[in-house]
């Protein structure tokens, strides 16, 4: 079974490390089962109450269970910084976890290097990050560059920084790989670009028939998960529709959802 990746890297304080193209794992082998969890987005309620589903539907199930997280962390929702701490905890015994990377990880460490106040990620989530870790964004655009940058290192853990810079962009099992946006269908995995296993809708979508794998994934939201003969997107809007969704898959191809609903958690 694969090894999971070494979580919390590093101090913060330390210049940005020049990019390195991520990890895209692989195994020749399936876990008993796994679970893939859509976009999460700061929805930390609905986070913790599909794990206890997860651990819950687990339970009789024998051997390696592997939860993947597909990405999207951050933004939009209330509690990003809470949901980075969560998926930094161990899991139960027999359980592992591997979080791939989504787009929104990759502007927030954008905007980290390089934090100026008409930065795009401000707009697509990133003002209620800064407010998950106390930042009032109001405020902050009105100081200077060095003292933006002095505020985000006081405030945002380097832990979690280091964490998303780790983040693998793609995990392969036999006939099946998950990933956060896509694939650019009639593309090996290994000539696959990383901003197209992180970005990819329309090619993916309109392509798919010529895809050699079946692939899970998330960052196209719908309210419900979309099942198509070689795709599942399981990114159900959990910020806007307060649903946020797994997919419980084994070898032989059986497929159930499971969800977690800000009703259920009274947020």
Same mark, same amino acid.
């Given at each position: 079974?694969i090894?999971?990746?070494?979580r919390f890297?590093?101090?913060?304080g330390?210049p940005a490390p020049?990019?390195?193209p991520?990890?895209?794992?692989a195994?020749?082998s399936?876990?008993? =089962? &796994?679970? *893939?969890?859509?976009?999460?987005?700061?929805?930390l309620?609905?986070?913790r109450?599909?794990?206890?589903?997860?651990?819950?539907d687990a339970?009789g199930?024998?051997g390696?269970?592997?939860i993947?997280?597909?990405?999207d962390? &951050?933004?939009r929702g209330?509690?990003s910084?809470?949901v980075?701490d969560?998926?930094?905890?161990?899991l139960p015994q027999?359980?592992r976890r591997?979080c791939?990377?989504?787009?929104h990880?990759?502007?927030?460490l954008?905007f +980290?290097?390089n934090?100026?106040p008409?930065?795009?990620?401000?707009?697509y989530?990133g003002v209620e990050? +800064?407010?998950s870790y106390?930042?009032? &964004?109001?405020r902050?655009?009105?100081?200077?560059?060095?003292?933006?940058l002095?505020?985000?290192?006081s405030h945002v853990?380097g832990?979690?920084v280091?964490w998303?810079r780790?983040l693998?962009?793609?995990l392969?099992l036999p006939?099946?790989?998950?990933?956060h946006a896509?694939l650019r269908?009639g593309?090996p995995l290994? !000539?696959?670009?990383?901003?197209?296993l992180?970005w990819?809708?329309d090619?993916f979508?309109?392509?798919?028939?010529?895809?050699?794998?079946?692939v =899970?994934h998330?960052?196209?939201?719908s309210s419900?998960p979309v099942v198509?003969?070689?795709?599942v997107? =399981?990114d159900? *809007?959990?910020f806007?529709?307060?649903?946020?969704? *797994?997919?419980?898959l084994t070898?032989d191809?059986? *497929?159930?959802?499971?969800?977690?609903?800000?009703? !259920?958690?009274g947020?």
């Amino acid at each position: 079974m694969i090894a999971v990746l070494g979580r919390f890297f590093g101090g913060g304080g330390q210049p940005a490390p020049p990019p390195q193209p991520r990890q895209r794992l692989a195994s020749a082998s399936w876990p008993a =089962v &796994v679970y *893939a969890i859509g976009d999460v987005h700061g929805c930390l309620a609905q986070l913790r109450l599909l794990h206890d589903r997860i651990f819950e539907d687990a339970r009789g199930i024998e051997g390696d269970k592997l939860i993947v997280c597909l990405g999207d962390y &951050v933004d939009r929702g209330p509690d990003s910084s809470g949901v980075l701490d969560y998926l930094g905890k161990p899991l139960p015994q027999d359980f592992r976890r591997i979080c791939l990377a989504g787009n929104h990880e990759v502007m927030m460490l954008s905007f +980290l290097d390089n934090p100026v106040p008409e930065s795009s990620w401000l707009q697509y989530g990133g003002v209620e990050t +800064l407010a998950s870790y106390g930042i009032d &964004v109001n405020r902050f655009v009105t100081r200077t560059a060095r003292e933006r940058l002095a505020l985000l290192e006081s405030h945002v853990p380097g832990e979690h920084v280091a964490w998303m810079r780790s983040l693998p962009a793609a995990l392969v099992l036999p006939r099946t790989c998950f990933v956060h946006a896509g694939l650019r269908p009639g593309l090996p995995l290994a !000539e696959q670009s990383e901003d197209d296993l992180l970005w990819i809708r329309d090619e993916f979508f309109d392509g798919e028939a010529d895809l050699d794998t079946f692939v =899970v994934h998330g960052h196209t939201p719908s309210s419900r998960p979309v099942v198509t003969e070689k795709r599942v997107c =399981v990114d159900t *809007a959990a910020f806007a529709t307060g649903t946020l969704t *797994a997919l419980r898959l084994t070898e032989d191809g059986q *497929a159930q959802f499971i969800y977690a609903t800000a009703a !259920e958690t009274g947020t």
